[in-house]
């Protein structure tokens, strides 16, 4: 991603009232969450940056907790759905968790900010990876 439209998000989340970003973040209404930064970690203890398509997972994920799932937006062209096993409100933050094509994976998203960590992992690698969402 290049750095003028991590600039150019970075901008349109902080523009974004703090109450209607909490209010997105509380399991109510369906989020739209940007990948902004994945960390590769082998196991052999190297890590380095790397892009979404090599670790596979979607520049912009659609969260509806009501149908408990994650998806791609269309353009992506992915099609995998991932099912969110389970949600927890803890400490100011929305946790959840799943497990799709031999990953375990955990997402959070702070109730104040709606900054997003993630990480993703198998036996050979693991992910984190770091974005913002919206009210999608």
Do not use: Y
Not at 103 to 119: F, K, Y
């Amino acid at each position: 991603m290049s750095k003028t439209l991590k600039f150019v998000l970075a901008i349109c989340i902080c523009m974004t009232p703090m109450q209607l970003v909490a209010a997105q973040v509380d399991g109510s209404v369906p989020l739209l969450c940007a990948v902004v930064q994945i960390t590769e970690c082998e196991d052999d203890g190297k890590c380095h940056p790397v892009t979404t398509e090599i670790a596979q997972i979607p520049r912009f994920l659609k969260i509806n907790f009501e149908k408990k799932m994650i998806s791609a937006t269309e353009e992506s062209g992915v099609k995998d759905v991932s099912v969110i096993k389970n949600v927890e409100h803890s400490d100011g933050r929305l946790i959840l968790q799943g497990a799709e094509n031999g990953r375990g994976w955990t997402l959070v998203i702070s109730e104040s900010t709606a900054e997003m960590s993630a990480t993703v992992s198998d036996d050979k690698v693991g992910f984190v990876v770091f974005g913002a969402c919206t009210k999608d």
